[in-house]
């Protein structure tokens, strides 16, 4: 099983960014799908997850300013980033609990990690 994200890159305090995460290769079911985060000298957090049935769950530090969204037909998960603010500096993982058997285990996958960047 492969994450692939992308949509990463520079941009001013206020302004937006999308990320999105495609899962690929042997999969049965994905049940949540989400985003976590790692700044410098800081540990990986949880910034949004989605269920298969769409609950959704933010840290309290983006409520209001991110939005997390998926498809499930596509195995995708995508998170729009809005009002970003220099703290929001970040490497961003996506991260999917994926089963590739019937009756198999649950296991988690991660995503290569994309840079995001807000300037003051």
């Known amino acids: 099983v492969q994450l692939q994200a992308s949509g990463g890159g520079l941009v001013q305090a206020g302004g937006s960014l999308r990320l999105s995460c495609a899962a690929s290769?042997?999969?049965?079911?994905?049940?949540?799908m989400g985003w976590y985060r790692q700044a410098p000298e800081n540990q990986r957090e949880l910034v949004a997850t989605i269920t298969s049935g769409g609950r959704t769950n933010y840290a309290d530090s983006v409520k209001g300013r991110f939005t997390i969204s998926r498809d499930n037909a596509k195995s995708t998960v995508s998170l729009q980033m809005n009002s970003l603010k220099p703290e929001d500096t970040a490497v961003y993982y996506c991260?999917?609990?994926?089963?590739?058997?019937?009756?198999?285990?649950?296991?988690?996958?991660w995503g290569q990690g994309t840079l995001v960047t807000v300037s003051s």
């Open positions: 290769g042997s999969i049965f079911s994905i049940s949540s």
């Open positions: 991260n999917a609990e994926v089963i590739t058997v019937r009756y198999g285990t649950w296991n988690n996958y």
